[in-house]
């Protein structure tokens, strides 16, 4: 069974940075494309940011050129670099397969932007 494991997440003030991690066990990261969701309070879970087996990047417009998800398939580990974060950016952060069929869904990570 595949378990997803976020963490990183943290109050920041506007401008400000986070990486945030995912560690994935009970499959290989390599086999499949990941991607990085945020859940805004009261929304449904949008992705963000996108990462190929191939490492192929890609993201939605309100966090390009500032977030970077990159992925370690020896740690089994999927990253989000938050830079010049907003506080619309402001939420829970998740991990999961980047298309259908997804695993079950981890706890998150909360990030909230504020001064």
């Known amino acids: 069974q595949v378990q997803l494991v976020e963490s990183g997440g943290g109050l920041v003030q506007p401008g400000g940075s986070l990486r945030l991690s995912c560690t994935v066990s009970?499959?290989?990261?390599?086999?499949?494309?990941r991607a990085w969701y945020w859940q805004a309070p009261g929304k449904s879970r949008e992705k963000v940011a996108a990462i190929a087996r191939g490492g192929t990047t890609g993201y939605t417009d309100s966090v390009k050129g500032r977030f970077t998800i990159s992925r370690d398939n020896v740690k089994n580990t999927v990253y989000l670099q938050m830079d010049s974060l907003k506080p619309e950016d402001t939420g829970v952060y998740y991990c999961?397969?980047?298309?259908?069929?997804?695993?079950?869904w981890g706890q998150g990570t909360q990030v909230s932007v504020s001064s």
């Open positions: 009970g499959c290989s990261l390599s086999f499949n494309a």
């Open positions: 999961n397969s980047a298309v259908a069929p997804f695993a079950s």
